[in-house]
């Protein structure tokens, strides 16, 4: 399928059957910034390095240039798919051309309650550290109201259109790579504690965890692999980028590249300039970063670094939470989604303010969870898997749309001949995350957590693919998908002919 679509964005958007309803205001730069933001190379990191020390040691950093590499394969496929449709909600709107409605709507619905789940995540994790600015000890009832508190205000910002929401996002990643480079830098260059040699060292991790060789550093790639994610959040702005078939390709790059290159280098930095590294192996350090940082700089360093570290997960929860808003927007446009006709609601400031609410309800339902920190282990564990699993869904699509002949890319940018083995590789990449991720692993889990945790990621994917499969047979949206589609190409072609 190609696509030939002349005009300006407003026409192109026209020619794909949907009119201008958000503001378009985003330059490269701003896509790159939402991009990145949700990335978070401070969010990512936190999220990976203990279980990542605690699994190999030293040498876990390695698993962090594997999944780099496995996610950029990702962003070739989305570059091209991006390029050609520039719609919110890629997932589910590139599917739709590409594949079964039926399949496509199940894509968009796995991957919106990814980016939701993830949300609450981000919240709940964010708490502690409002209250580290007061060397304060939450209670968990305390830790889930702080988080519901920090998505409201989130969805506040979100409210008043993306022009704000750009300005506090670009604040924030402004300065989260100020000071996570400098940082990563003074680390590695004036307080290193050890030579590169620890970078090979498992210091023991695999007599502590059990999980030696291979297992071991499987683990470890399903571990890193959460600190390559969210990407896709430039393609869900993509309706409100300028220039968007063109810009949207290169931000994801970019937001990809830079956020993995500061990832990668206070992984590093971090490591050698630990006092104790080997604490950390023994789960005697559950939070090696903030370690590694007191102990280079001095205890003054402790309240500035917590506010940046506060800061970064509020722009990584800004940005998600605007993202998981479009691409609920996107479904709802199309009437395909419950309560459709009031989640597609964009308000006075060009907003999905119908999405942004119904995704903060979503995400602030899943923050009881975490009354009980076992359940809230569960919630981060389901939401790796599940968006990878899109991400292999969507690869998959692509590559069997490319090997039948019905799709062509036909945007601005294009792998060329390069592209069939980039998608390829892409597949396997990501199909070999989505069972690594699912696979049971107690040494991933809490000691002593129940079952129900080991089992997470799949007993988590297996019910949002169940409520999503039940809601295609009752429902049955893909039918109104296959009419809406008819008629977005009849225009197109129309369009093109003119």
């Given at each position: 399928?190609?696509?030939?679509?002349?005009?300006?964005?407003?026409?192109?958007?026209?020619?794909?059957?949907?009119?201008?309803?958000?503001?378009?205001?985003?330059?490269?730069?701003?896509?790159?910034?939402?991009?990145?933001?949700?990335?978070?190379?401070?969010?990512?990191?936190?999220?990976?390095?203990?279980?990542?020390?605690?699994l190999?040691?030293?040498?876990?950093?390695?698993?962090?240039?594997?999944?780099?590499?496995?996610?950029?394969?990702?962003?070739?496929?989305?570059?091209?798919?991006?390029?050609?449709?520039?719609?919110?909600?890629?997932?589910?709107?590139?599917?739709?051309?590409?594949?079964?409605?039926?399949?496509?709507?199940?894509?968009g619905?796995?991957?919106?309650f990814?980016?939701?789940?993830?949300?609450t995540?981000?919240?709940?994790?964010?708490?502690?550290?409002?209250?580290?600015?007061?060397?304060?000890v939450?209670?968990?009832?305390?830790?889930?109201?702080?988080?519901?508190?920090?998505?409201?205000?989130?969805?506040?910002v979100?409210?008043?259109?993306?022009?704000?929401?750009?300005?506090?996002?670009?604040?924030?990643?402004?300065?989260?790579?100020?000071?996570?480079?400098?940082?990563?830098?003074?680390?590695?260059?004036?307080?290193?504690?050890?030579?590169?040699?620890?970078l090979?060292?498992?210091?023991?991790?695999s007599?502590?965890?059990?999980?030696?060789?291979?297992?071991?550093?499987?683990?470890?790639?399903?571990?890193?692999?959460?600190?390559?994610?969210?990407?896709?959040?430039?393609?869900?702005t993509?309706?409100?980028?300028?220039?968007?078939?063109?810009?949207?390709?290169?931000?994801?790059?970019?937001?990809?590249?830079?956020?993995?290159?500061?990832?990668?280098?206070?992984?590093?930095?971090?490591?050698?300039?630990?006092?104790?590294?080997?604490?950390?192996?023994?789960?005697?350090?559950?939070?090696?970063?903030?370690?590694?940082?007191?102990?280079?700089?001095?205890?003054?360093?402790?309240?500035?670094?917590?506010?940046?570290?506060?800061?970064?997960?509020?722009?990584?929860?800004?940005?998600?939470?605007?993202?998981?808003?479009?691409?609920?927007?996107?479904?709802?446009?199309?009437?395909?989604?419950?309560f459709?006709?009031?989640?597609?609601?964009?308000?006075?400031?060009?907003?999905?303010?119908?999405?942004?609410?119904?995704?903060?309800?979503?995400?602030?339902?899943?923050?009881?969870?975490?009354?009980?920190?076992?359940?809230?282990?569960?919630?981060?564990?389901?939401?790796?898997?599940?968006?990878?699993?899109?991400?292999?869904?969507?690869?998959?699509?692509?590559?069997?749309?490319?090997?039948?002949?019905?799709?062509?890319?036909?945007?601005a940018?294009?792998?060329?001949?390069?592209?069939?083995?980039?998608?390829?590789?892409?597949?396997?990449?990501?199909?070999?995350?989505?069972?690594?991720?699912?696979?049971?692993?107690?040494v991933?889990?809490?000691?002593?957590?129940?079952?129900?945790?080991?089992?997470?990621?799949?007993?988590?994917?297996?019910?949002?693919?169940?409520?999503?499969?039940?809601?295609?047979?009752?429902?049955?949206?893909?039918?109104?998908?296959?009419?809406?589609?008819?008629?977005?190409?009849?225009?197109l072609?129309?369009?093109?002919?003119?």
């Amino acid at each position: 399928m190609t696509d030939d679509i002349p005009g300006t964005d407003s026409e192109r958007l026209a020619a794909l059957g949907y009119r201008q309803e958000l503001r378009r205001s985003l330059g490269m730069l701003g896509n790159v910034a939402m991009g990145f933001a949700v990335v978070s190379p401070v969010v990512g990191l936190y999220a990976v390095a203990q279980v990542g020390m605690s699994l190999r040691g030293g040498a876990w950093v390695w698993a962090l240039p594997v999944c780099l590499i496995g996610q950029l394969l990702v962003v070739g496929v989305y570059s091209e798919l991006a390029s050609q449709w520039p719609l919110a909600g890629g997932a589910y709107q590139w599917a739709r051309r590409l594949a079964s409605p039926g399949f496509a709507w199940l894509s968009g619905w796995l991957w919106q309650f990814a980016v939701m789940f993830a949300n609450t995540t981000v919240a709940y994790l964010a708490a502690p550290w409002f209250f580290a600015l007061f060397d304060a000890v939450p209670t968990p009832p305390q830790l889930v109201l702080t988080a519901a508190a920090f998505t409201v205000a989130c969805l506040l910002v979100n409210a008043y259109g993306i022009n704000l929401l750009r300005w506090f996002v670009s604040a924030g990643i402004a300065a989260e790579t100020v000071a996570s480079v400098l940082v990563g830098l003074a680390l590695l260059l004036f307080f290193r504690e050890h030579g590169f040699a620890l970078l090979t060292d498992d210091l023991g991790a695999s007599v502590t965890t059990g999980t030696g060789g291979l297992a071991g550093l499987l683990a470890v790639v399903a571990v890193g692999g959460w600190a390559f994610i969210g990407f896709d959040a430039c393609v869900s702005t993509a309706e409100e980028t300028k220039d968007a078939a063109r810009q949207v390709p290169r931000a994801m790059r970019w937001a990809l590249l830079s956020v993995g290159a500061v990832v990668i280098l206070n992984a590093v930095s971090v490591a050698l300039a630990h006092p104790d590294p080997a604490r950390v192996v023994r789960g005697e350090d559950l939070d090696p970063v903030t370690t590694a940082v007191v102990t280079g700089f001095g205890g003054w360093a402790a309240k500035p670094f917590v506010l940046v570290v506060l800061v970064s997960f509020a722009a990584c929860l800004m940005a998600s939470q605007g993202g998981a808003a479009r691409g609920l927007y996107s479904l709802a446009r199309d009437g395909v989604f419950p309560f459709s006709r009031r989640i597609r609601t964009v308000n006075r400031h060009q907003a999905p303010i119908g999405g942004l609410v119904a995704a903060t309800l979503v995400s602030a339902a899943a923050l009881p969870l975490g009354l009980e920190s076992t359940a809230i282990g569960s919630l981060i564990t389901f939401g790796t898997a599940a968006t990878f699993l899109p991400f292999f869904l969507l690869c998959l699509t692509a590559l069997t749309a490319r090997l039948r002949g019905t799709w062509r890319p036909a945007g601005a940018f294009s792998l060329g001949r390069w592209g069939t083995p980039v998608n390829l590789l892409a597949v396997l990449w990501t199909g070999f995350e989505v069972v690594n991720i699912c696979w049971p692993r107690t040494v991933l889990a809490p000691a002593g957590a129940p079952w129900y945790q080991v089992w997470a990621a799949l007993l988590g994917v297996g019910l949002v693919t169940l409520a999503g499969v039940g809601y295609l047979l009752v429902r049955r949206p893909q039918r109104l998908m296959s009419v809406q589609l008819t008629a977005a190409e009849g225009e197109l072609t129309a369009s093109a002919a003119r």
